[in-house]
């Protein structure tokens, strides 16, 4: 199983970028996913989640309105759609699969930050300058 996160990159604040997790090896639609972050000096923090089926996503409070995640069963992949980015969106982005069958879409969207998930993909660097 691998999970590939790209799109990451350099921004000035109120930018857009987009980020894909590839997954491969497995079927995506077996899967919820989750974006995490990780800025320096920082412990890492949930971003963004959806469920299978692309229930909720459900988003931080500090992304809310700026960000939107979505998934493409037919490309395996999950984006993040990120607009009005700010400085203290700089970090380095992860996305993350759990299985299905451990937990439903309801019950992972309600904590999905901090159930364990399965699989990590290397992460993505987004740097934004003000």
């Known amino acids: 199983v691998q999970l590939q996160a790209s799109g990451g990159g350099l921004a000035q604040s109120g930018d857009s970028l987009r980020l894909s997790c590839a997954v491969s090896g497995v079927s995506l639609d077996d899967y919820h996913i989750g974006w995490f972050r990780q800025a320096p000096g920082k412990e890492r923090e949930g971003v963004s989640c959806?469920?299978?089926?692309?229930?909720?996503?459900y988003y931080a409070d500090s992304v809310r309105g700026r960000f939107t995640m979505s998934r493409d069963s037919a490309k395996s992949t999950v984006f993040l759609q990120m607009r009005d980015l700010k400085p203290e969106d700089t970090a380095v982005y992860y996305c993350?699969?759990?299985?299905?069958?451990?937990?439903?879409?309801?019950?992972?969207?309600?904590?999905?930050?901090?159930?364990?998930?399965?699989?990590w993909g290397r992460g993505t660097q987004v740097t934004v300058s003000s």
């Open positions: 993350a699969a759990v299985r299905f069958r451990k937990l439903s879409s309801d019950s992972y969207l309600t904590r999905c930050f901090t159930v364990g998930h399965d699989y």
């Open positions: 959806i469920g299978r089926g692309s229930s909720g996503p």
